[in-house]
């Protein structure tokens, strides 16, 4: 069964770095594209970043853009997100998602890691 | 940036009644080359992470129960759950998958009357 496992997340202090991983499992990871969503408490869902099936091409939104970085090694079916100079409202549930190409749904989520940026 | 805005931002009905969620995107997100809508819609039940309902605007995710329908073109779009059961309660996402940054809706919190 299609399996994505999101590790990583804890508490950092402002300014600091932390990085999250997504492990996938049950299908074929290295030809999805995958994502990035985070959800700070009790708000909606904000999208974070992308990055194609094979890492050639990444896109991010503009509230961690030049501070996070998104990678992938297919050899290991692993996502990981890479954040800098995180901020308190970085701090949110950071979801993986896959989807079939960059123009399409995102038909499974994993459940999620929680980052708490604060002093 | 593609802007999504959804209404109402949360929606009280009675069990066995039709709830009707709408979403606005900001352009349009129909493509003229395959005469697909790009817009996804989400249910998220707390402490669980969003579920893939509906997508390109009308069509069911396998699964998903034959009450809930998608609807719309363009801009405008229309998330129905024909006939409310306990378990649909959850905080329903609108989202464009046009082009990046993939913008979703603020949520629209549907409970029980």
């Known amino acids: 069964q299609v399996q994505l496992v999101e590790s990583g997340g804890g508490v950092v202090q402002p300014g600091r770095s932390l990085r999250v991983s997504c492990a996938a499992s049950g299908f074929t990871f290295s030809i999805y594209a995958m994502h990035w969503v985070r959800q700070a408490p009790g708000k909606g869902l904000e999208w974070v970043a992308v990055i194609s099936y094979d890492g050639s091409n990444k896109y991010y939104g503009d509230s961690v853009k030049g501070r996070f970085t998104i990678s992938r090694d297919n050899s290991k079916s692993t996502l990981y997100l890479q954040m800098n100079s995180l901020r308190p409202d970085d701090t949110a549930v950071y979801y993986c998602?896959?989807?079939?190409?960059?123009?399409?749904?995102?038909?499974?989520w994993g459940q999620g890691t929680l980052v708490t940026v604060s002093s | 940036d593609i802007v999504m805005t959804q209404s109402p931002d949360s929606l009280a009905v009675s069990l066995g009644e039709r709830a009707t969620i709408n979403c606005k995107s900001s352009q349009n997100l129909l493509y003229s080359s395959n005469n697909k809508n790009y817009l996804a819609w989400y249910q998220q039940k707390p402490g669980l992470p969003p579920k893939l309902l509906i997508y390109?605007?009308?069509t069911r995710e396998s699964g998903v129960p034959d009450r809930f329908s998608g609807s719309g073109s363009g801009t405008d779009f229309t998330l129905t759950i024909s006939s409310l059961q306990a378990e649909d309660v959850a905080v329903y996402y609108c989202q464009q998958y046009y082009t990046p940054p993939y913008n979703f809706g603020q949520g629209t919190k549907l409970e029980i009357k």
């Open positions: 998602a896959r989807t079939d190409g960059y123009y399409h749904p995102f038909d499974f």
């Open positions: 390109w605007a009308s």
